[in-house]
Nanobody, 131 residues
Framework: QVQLVESGGGLVQAGGSLRLSCTAS????????MGWFRQAPGKEREFVAA????????YYTDSVKGRVTISRDNAKNTVYLQMNSLKPEDTAVYYC????????????????????????WGQGTQVTVSS
């Protein structure tokens, strides 16, 4: 069993930055792929970024590439999402998620992007970007 707790959300002006954190309980963090998803009002939950077990591989949705960095500290059971140059369209509830197993550059993208592939979810943290 893995419990995930997000923090770091808030209100920021367009162009600003936020760093989200997600801390996991349990001893399985170091064997799970970690992902960040987001859901804006009236929209479906969408994939943002994922990081492999070792942190060697990352994957981003096109809309955040170059502005967002996912990282993890397995010693602290924590995954981070550094978001820069934020835009109003980044406004959403951001969720941390975990799935057993890892991925590499040759892995199927479907297994990384699909929210149904993730076993555990946090409660979400609100990010609001004002224009």
């Amino acid at each position: 069993q893995v419990q995930l707790v997000e923090s770091g959300g808030g209100l920021v002006q367009a162009g600003g930055s936020l760093r989200l954190s997600c801390t996991a309980s349990g001893r399985t963090f170091s064997s799970t792929t970690m992902g960040w998803f987001r859901q804006a009002p009236g929209k479906e939950r969408e994939f943002v970024a994922a990081i492999s077990v070792s942190g060697a591989f990352t994957y981003y949705t096109d809309s955040v590439k170059g502005r967002v960095t996912i990282s993890r500290d397995n010693a602290k059971n924590t995954v981070y999402l550094q978001m820069n140059s934020l835009k109003p369209e980044d406004t959403a509830v951001y969720y941390c998620a975990a799935k057993y197993g890892s991925f590499n550059s040759g892995s199927s993208r479907e297994g990384i992007l699909n929210s149904l592939a993730y076993n555990y979810w946090g409660q979400g943290t609100q990010v609001t970007v004002s224009s």
